[in-house]
């Protein structure tokens, strides 16, 4: 066989002759371990099944002594045996002759304590082989004995004992017949089950060949372990349990592995026959490769060698045939034509390529450069030849890209920079970004390397311009009076403070910034302000709002502040905006202004009290005086000087529609049933009047057991109902008014409702009212000073006004008894 050392081929076969041998290997270990595997788990069934027989014998071992025992209750001697407390020396031979007869080895007698009273022994070797330790053994397993168990094993030592347990009726004593597995009960079950089977206590200070994790696999896997010690034997270990429940110890079974041998010897045939068969199949079609393929594939070889020398592109091979080989030849000239055509787009990309690029040798000495790279630098001049990359670059950029450039390694061979270069030509100073590639062989050997600039000196111009406004911006943020706080729509993590807000609430940058805004209960007021903004899409904006809000500041103080709030992109990212305004001094003036306000109506209401007093005092009084006056004139006038007569009679009822008109004038002022009798006779007795003076129908509501209330909330409400029903007769031009006075414990409310026209411009809602008096503004004064709240509706169908004010304890009068 002719094969060239070192080629493909020669590395394919050896590759499959490997590949072939190992294989073959593979399926022989495979069947080797597949029948070694079937064999080893028939040997652990096999072994299960016969720990199962012992386990049975044990079992049957365990309630052997049971069915002889139950006669014992109706026998006189052993009814006397477990109530006495002492036996006599017949007793211990009748019960010997007992035990002979059972074949058991031990007979206790258990008190009503559980504490054993006397053991009987079959001979003095169970007495020597159990000794004292039997009777500790025996007193707890009494004591500790379930109720429904009266058979079951015990450890002695290194002994197992199945014990038998009778309870008689009528008798507090208890009788307890055991009998012990000694080493020749043992050898008869070896023999029994032809296999090695010995127990172990785990009191043994030792407990034989068993490991730690071999009591953990005993306890976890249903108290049987399969565990094989060597190639020629197999053991099994199965967990033994007490009377009680309680893990005594372990026997131990062991038999020889005959079909591991039997095995072994099959899959030893099989692994030479198969070998045999595998090696004769691998000559074979090494044979066949070499007569078919070896001669194509060294007439191929050749035909690239020469191509390659000639390295001219397009390959052209002239390989015939339309084998595997013939298909390769032309797939190879097919890549060939392939790479011309990709190295001429590559190319072209390449010199069209804003970018200036060029390629150079260690020396930096130019080996290719692109149209771009030769008009800048090289002045439009083609001809790169003895032309370095330094000598077209200004001192300070070619210093820094020398230094660049030998810092390059194989694990490190790329670098970016951005480099200012000041050309001598009277260009401007330009910003290039100089990519820079050292380029090495497989052996470690620096190749030269590859330079690409572009032209970032309007980015880098706005990037400093970008910089300095933001510099400006900040300084704004800083600097503005009004408290600035940015958060993330997303997260609602708060990303920037300004000081001035710092100042404001006395906090520290530190201790809100990169916290969400939930977790800062000083901005909790200002978060129904920004629930709006948090639920719009991503990219929407929020033109803004504002509200008072009432902030706690870190000493515990508050402030009032004028929150504003709007939203606005940042990139693909949205932030909320809170400026905040302090405007405490504000607020606190317009308190001071409704103190005063609700101080000038007070003076007012009270003013208004003493002019009707005195009006109601002194001048209807005075008007009284002249009206008894004129009746006592009237009859000394001549009743033929009719004209006296006439003028008298005129003069008396001017007089009288005088008092008359000053005593409703006093009573408007202030009525004085609003201080004797409440707010619901006063407004009562003012609707009379009112429809007696006007003519409209005015229906009262009131509730039967509406209570006296303090005069500070009876007088505003009863203005209230006054300037209401001015309102209503000088513009509503209504026929009917609904008055409804209702209460309850926490508030009291008045509405007032009219089927007129309603206003005809809404703007006057919030002028203040329509005409004279208070009008609206004064109305909402009054219970806004009192915290209470007037509300108007208006409609095509009439107004409704509702005024509600809040009550406490101290509000309401208590009713006389």
């Keep these: 066989?002719?094969?060239?050392?070192?080629?493909?081929?020669?590395?394919?076969?050896?590759?499959?002759?490997?590949?072939?041998?190992?294989?073959?290997?593979?399926?022989?270990?495979?069947?080797?371990?597949?029948?070694?595997?079937?064999?080893?788990?028939?040997?652990?069934?096999?072994?299960?099944?016969?720990?199962?027989?012992?386990?049975?014998?044990?079992?049957?071992?365990?309630?052997?002594?049971?069915?002889?025992?139950?006669?014992?209750?109706?026998?006189?001697?052993?009814?006397?045996?477990?109530?006495?407390?002492?036996?006599?020396?017949?007793?211990?031979?009748?019960?010997?002759?007992?035990?002979?007869?059972?074949?058991?080895?031990?007979?206790?007698?258990?008190?009503?304590?559980?504490?054993?009273?006397?053991i009987f022994f079959r001979n003095d070797i169970s007495r020597r082989s159990l000794g004292a330790e039997l009777s500790v053994v025996l007193s707890r397993v009494a004591k500790e004995q379930p109720a429904e168990k009266n058979s079951g094993f015990i450890s002695v030592g290194n002994l197992l004992c199945s014990v038998n347990m009778l309870k008689i009726d009528g008798v507090s004593g208890r009788l307890m017949v055991?009998?012990?597995?000694?080493?020749d009960a043992w050898k008869f079950i070896e023999q029994m089950f032809s296999a090695e089977?010995?127990?172990?206590?785990?009191?043994?200070?030792?407990?034989?060949?068993i490991s730690p994790e071999n009591i953990v696999d005993l306890f976890n896997e249903r108290d049987v372990v399969i565990n094989v010690e060597n190639a020629e034997r197999i053991t099994g270990i199965r967990l033994v349990r007490g009377i009680d429940g309680s893990p005594l110890g372990y026997f131990k079974v062991s038999q020889g592995r005959p079909l591991r041998q039997e095995g072994l010897h099959a899959s030893s045939i099989f692994l030479i026959g198969i070998s045999l068969a595998g090696g004769a199949l691998v000559f074979l079609v090494w044979l066949l490769l070499d007569r078919t393929i070896l001669a194509r594939i060294s007439d191929l070889t050749n035909k690239l060698e020469k191509e390659k020398q000639s390295g001219r592109l397009p390959v052209r091979l002239d390989f015939r045939g339309y084998d595997e080989l013939g298909t390769l030849a032309r797939s190879i000239e097919d890549l060939a034509s392939r790479l011309e055509h990709s190295q001429d787009q590559y190319r072209a990309i390449v010199e069209d390529q804003t970018e200036?690029?060029?390629?150079?040798?260690?020396?930096?000495?130019?080996?290719?450069?692109?149209?771009?790279?030769?008009?800048?630098?090289?002045?439009?001049?083609?001809?790169?030849?003895?032309?370095?990359?330094?000598?077209?670059?200004?001192?300070?950029?070619?210093?820094?890209?020398r230094r660049a450039f030998g810092s390059l390694t194989k694990e490190r061979p790329i670098t970016t920079q951005t480099l200012e270069f000041s050309f001598?030509?009277?260009?401007?100073?330009?910003?290039?970004?100089?990519?820079?590639?050292?380029?090495?062989?497989?052996?470690?050997?620096?190749?030269?390397?590859?330079?690409?600039?572009?032209?970032?000196?309007?980015?880098?111009?706005?990037?400093?311009?970008?910089?300095?406004t933001e510099r400006r911006f900040r300084r704004l943020f800083e600097t503005s009076s009004d408290g600035i706080l940015l958060i993330d729509v997303v997260t609602m993590f708060v990303t920037d403070i300004n000081t001035s807000l710092c100042r404001m609430l006395f906090l520290a940058g530190s201790d809100v910034l990169g916290k969400r805004l939930q977790e800062l209960p000083t901005f909790s007021p200002c978060m129904s302000l920004i629930s709006d903004v948090s639920v719009l899409p991503a990219k929407e904006l929020y033109s803004g709002s504002k509200r008072e809000c009432r902030l706690e500041r870190v000493d515990g103080t508050f402030l009032h502040a004028e929150v504003r709030c709007a939203s606005y992109l940042v990139g693909d990212r949205s932030?909320?905006?809170?400026?905040?305004?302090?405007?405490?001094?504000?607020?606190?003036?317009?308190?001071?202004?409704r103190l005063l306000s609700a101080k000038l109506l007070r003076l007012q209401d009270e003013e208004r009290r003493r002019i009707a007093r005195e009006l109601h005092d002194s001048t209807a009084q005075n008007l009284s005086a002249l009206e008894m006056n004129i009746s006592l004139l009237e009859p000394l006038i001549q009743p033929a000087n009719g004209r006296a007569s006439r003028i008298i009679k005129e003069t008396r009822e001017i007089v009288q529609e005088c008092s008359k008109e000053l005593r409703n004038i006093s009573y408007l002022l202030h009525p004085p049933l609003i201080d004797e009798v409440g707010l619901a006779f006063a407004v009562k007795w003012f609707v009379d009047g009112f429809t007696k003076r006007t003519g409209m129908a005015v229906h009262l509501a009131v509730d039967p057991q509406f209570p006296r209330l303090a005069a500070e909330i009876e007088m505003p409400l009863f203005r209230v109902v006054q300037e209401a029903m001015t309102n209503v007769y000088r513009h509503s031009r209504a026929d009917d008014v609904w008055i409804t006075l209702h209460h309850t414990e926490n508030e009291v409310s008045l509405e007032i409702r009219d089927n007129g026209r309603g206003f005809p411009d809404p703007g006057l809602l919030e002028a203040g009212g329509i005409g004279g008096g208070v009008g609206l503004a004064g109305m909402r004064e009054r219970l806004s000073n009192l915290g209470g709240t007037l509300d108007v509706a208006s409609s095509s169908f009439g107004v409704v006004v509702t005024a509600t004010l809040g009550l406490d304890s101290h509000h309401v009068r208590p009713t006389a008894d």
């Design 1 to 118: 066989m002719k094969l060239k050392k070192g080629t493909v081929y020669s590395r394919a076969l050896a590759i499959f002759l490997l590949a072939s041998l190992l294989l073959l290997g593979a399926v022989a270990i495979l069947t080797q371990l597949i029948i070694l595997r079937e064999f080893s788990q028939t040997e652990s069934r096999e072994l299960k099944a016969t720990m199962q027989r012992v386990a049975l014998l044990l079992e049957r071992e365990e309630g052997a002594l049971d069915a002889v025992m139950r006669n014992w209750p109706q026998v006189p001697f052993y009814r006397g045996l477990a109530q006495a407390k002492t036996a006599s020396e017949s007793d211990s031979d009748e019960v010997v002759r007992s035990l002979a007869n059972l074949r058991a080895d031990f007979l206790a007698v258990v008190g009503p304590d559980g504490r054993v009273r006397r």
């Design 178 to 183: 055991g009998r012990v597995f000694d080493q």
């Design 197 to 209: 089977i010995s127990f172990r206590s785990f009191s043994e200070p030792a407990m034989g060949v």
């Design 356 to 401: 200036l690029i060029c390629r150079f040798d260690e020396g930096f000495g130019l080996t290719f450069a692109n149209e771009v790279f030769c008009r800048y630098l090289l002045k439009g001049r083609e001809d790169i030849t003895n032309v370095a990359l330094l000598d077209v670059l200004p001192d300070d950029g070619g210093g820094e890209i």
């Design 424 to 468: 001598s030509d009277g260009w401007s100073p330009m910003w290039l970004r100089c990519t820079l590639r050292r380029s090495f062989d497989e052996h470690g050997r620096a190749r030269g390397g590859q330079w690409v600039a572009s032209d970032v000196t309007t980015q880098v111009l706005a990037q400093k311009q970008s910089l300095e």
């Design 575 to 593: 932030y909320i905006q809170l400026n905040f305004r302090n405007i405490s001094d504000q607020v606190e003036g317009e308190h001071q202004m």
